[in-house]
Each structure stands twice: as structure tokens, then as C-alpha cells.
């Protein structure tokens, strides 16, 4: 009488051997690689997905379900709307990548996510201008400094600005070519700056694609808690690319792109359309936010 069970415990055995096989003979094949770098990230990448494949035990369907989806966020990707790094955005690949490559040093401003918003070449504004333009939206007044680690003053820093409109819009989903919403902007003498912007509201990344279709299987939502892009650049610092939030913004915790640091969450302090304006600019009796975001740049490299 063959004892079966004793038998599929050996065939069990046996497909852990070939799968193991399998993935050894898929890392030999790049043995060769002449760049050991890259050696290094092919073998890697093999282990990790194989080890993905196995826990979950992929089915075909699912295979052909995965190779629809990365053809789908191929497929709508241009030199406009990149899918791929928006799929990296939602899986927090791009928040860990800027964690790593931006380490914590000293009391130097945390680093969060890029987007896909940012436009060279945005209007130069002197301190104290405005970065709204033509975007609809509450003024809100910005000041800080820029220092480095020790508390020196960086004067001359560059500093990018950009945010979307009250409507949710960057200016470069506006059906127009108008720029509005952005500017750059560099740090006086003594380290200071500031600009009127808009009080930052929360708004959805594009959900229209793949990645949206994946969120909302999910159940996760694609809205970006409140935020204003920053880029600080100045010789001799690490460039930063940052945000700053809106404490009390109730999607600080959910965040679709996980780029929200708590040092990164600032009072945007709601003043009365009365209260006169910090430099003097006639509000035409609208209500306006203030809030104060101090930048320290770490050393280069
Ligand atoms: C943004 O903040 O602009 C953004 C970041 C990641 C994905 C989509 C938008
Ligand atoms: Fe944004």
C-alpha cells in the first residue's frame, strides 16, 4: 500500500527544490555583469521577486492581471503624465528612496517627495511678491529663514515655490498655458525671506489611470493632504525638496504618496480680512492665513 501522505510530504520537498533551482539558476545567468553595481541590484531584484511570487503563490491569472496593469501604466505614460512614478509614489518606493538618500542629519529640514508638478523656470519674485498669479485661492502670507545647521544665515539660497489652486489644479493642468501658483525666489542677506502664496488645500493625484484603479480597489483614497512644494538650493548644501503641511489637516494621516513628516507640519494661522496684512497689501476684504516655515540646509555630501 504506498503511504501517500508520506509521498507528497517528498513532492512537497521536491518543489522547494526546484523553485529554489530555479532562482539560483536565474542569478547565475547574471553572473557575468561587468558592473558590479548592477550585478548586485539584477540579483537582488531576482531574489526579492521570486520570494514575492512564492509567498503569495501567483497564480496565472494574477500573472496576466499584473503584465495588464504594468502595460496599462505603460500605455497611458507620456513625456506629461508618468505613470510609473506616480505607481512608485503610491507604494512608497519614492518616500523611501528620498529617506534614504537624504539621511537625517543634525536638525537639517526633512525631505519629502518630489510630485510631478515642478516646472523650471518659474517667474523670479522678489521678497515679499506673490506666486498666485491668476490661481483662485486664500492669500497666505510665508515667511522663514534659511540657515545652516549652526544657525548661520544662507543668504543668496534659490528657492522654488509651487502649490496648487483652491480648486485642486496646478497651473500645468490648466487648459491654457498660463503659469500661476509658482515662482523662485532667493534669500536676503540675513537668510530671510518671504512671498504671498495661497493657503494650501488638499487635492487628488491623478486618478483617472491604473494607479487610480489600484487605489480604489484598495479602498485608499488619492487625495495629497494640503501642502506647499519647496526646492532650496545653495552652494555647498544638500538641495532640499520639501513640503510643508497644515496642522489640523485631517488627511495628515493618510497622505496617498506618504510624504507627510512631522516636522514638516506647520500652524497656518487664519487671520480676519480686518487684520492688516504684514506688509501692508490691501486684501480687498478677503481673509488670509499666515505661517512661518525655517529651512536648515545640511552640508554637501
Ligand atoms: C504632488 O504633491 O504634487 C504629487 C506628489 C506625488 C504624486 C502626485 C502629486
Ligand atoms: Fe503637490
Not at 20 to 29: G, K, R, Y
Not at 155 to 168: C, L, N, P
Request: net charge negative; proline share 6%.
Amino acid at each position: 500500500m504506498p503511504d501517500i501522505a508520506a509521498d507528497n510530504v517528498v513532492e512537497s520537498a521536491e518543489q522547494t527544490r526546484r523553485e529554489d533551482a530555479l532562482i539560483e539558476q536565474v542569478v547565475a545567468s547574471f553572473s557575468g555583469t561587468p558592473d558590479p553595481r548592477l550585478k548586485t541590484i539584477v540579483e537582488s531584484l531576482t531574489r526579492h521577486l521570486h520570494a514575492f511570487v512564492r509567498e503569495v503563490r501567483l497564480t496565472d491569472g494574477e500573472w496576466e492581471q499584473g503584465i495588464d496593469f504594468l502595460t496599462a501604466v505603460g500605455h497611458i505614460t507620456t513625456d506629461r503624465r508618468q505613470e510609473f512614478v506616480l505607481l512608485s509614489d503610491v507604494l512608497g518606493i519614492s518616500m523611501q528612496t528620498v529617506a534614504m538618500n537624504n539621511p537625517a542629519y543634525a536638525n537639517a529640514t526633512e525631505a519629502t517627495v518630489f510630485g510631478p508638478f515642478f516646472v523650471n523656470d518659474a517667474p523670479l519674485i522678489e521678497i515679499g511678491g506673490d506666486i498666485a498669479g491668476s490661481a483662485p485661492g486664500e492669500p497666505c502670507w510665508v515667511e522663514g529663514s534659511v540657515k545652516d545647521v549652526f544657525g548661520n544665515p544662507i543668504s543668496g539660497a534659490r528657492i522654488e515655490v509651487w502649490e496648487a489652486d483652491d480648486d485642486g489644479f496646478y497651473d500645468v493642468q490648466y487648459s491654457d498655458d498660463r503659469v500661476a501658483g509658482r515662482a523662485h525666489l532667493f534669500s536676503d542677506d540675513l537668510g530671510n525671506y518671504s512671498f504671498w502664496g495661497l493657503t494650501p488645500t488638499p487635492y487628488p493625484i491623478p486618478d483617472d489611470g491604473p494607479v487610480g484603479t489600484l487605489l480604489s480597489a484598495t479602498g485608499r483614497s488619492p487625495l495629497r493632504a494640503s501642502h506647499l512644494h519647496f526646492m532650496v538650493t545653495a552652494p555647498g548644501f544638500r538641495k532640499l525638496v520639501t513640503h510643508i503641511f497644515v496642522r489640523g489637516d485631517e488627511l495628515l494621516a493618510s497622505d496617498s504618496v506618504f510624504g507627510v513628516k512631522d516636522s514638516l507640519v506647520m500652524d497656518f494661522e487664519q487671520q480676519s480680512a480686518d487684520t492688516a496684512a504684514p506688509d501692508g497689501r490691501n486684501l480687498i476684504g478677503a481673509t488670509w492665513s499666515r505661517t512661518r516655515f525655517d529651512i536648515v540646509l545640511a552640508p554637501e555630501g
